[in-house]
Nanobody, 122 residues
Framework: QVQVVESGGGLVQPGGSLRLSCVAS????????MGWYRQAPGKEREFVAT???????NYADSVKGRFTISGDNAKNTVSLQMNSLKPEDTAVYYC????????????????WGQGTQVTVSS
């Protein structure tokens, strides 16, 4: 069994900062990438940022220059440092891990966390 758990959400004023963290745990053989997605009320879930096991990063245009993703392969963790937050960044943020489980012949699969709320408001 695999678990993906996010933490670090909350309420912040416009222009402020928050740091989200995510850890994947359980029967994990290997992780190829981890990333962050978000879903605002009434909108589809959208890509925010990803980082591969080799350290390659990718960002949505809307967060480039403001958000920074980082990972620790040894600990199966990923973090998202969010600076200069805007009201439009308000959403539930989800962590995704692309991984293979121990002891199975399954292909790479996506595992999602339950999400953490980020609210940017004065």
């Amino acid at each position: 069994q695999v678990q993906v758990v996010e933490s670090g959400g909350g309420l912040v004023q416009p222009g402020g900062s928050l740091r989200l963290s995510c850890v994947a745990s359980g029967s994990i053989f290997s992780i190829s990438a981890m990333g962050w997605y978000r879903q605002a009320p009434g909108k589809e879930r959208e890509f925010v940022a990803t980082i591969s096991s080799g350290g390659s990063t990718n960002y949505a245009d809307s967060v480039k220059g403001r958000f920074t993703i980082s990972g620790d392969n040894a600990k199966n963790t990923v973090s998202l440092q969010m600076n200069s937050l805007k009201p439009e960044d308000t959403a539930v943020y989800y962590c995704k891990a692309i991984l293979r489980r121990l002891g199975t012949l399954e292909p790479w699969r996506n595992y999602w966390g339950q999400g953490t709320q980020v609210t940017v408001s004065s």
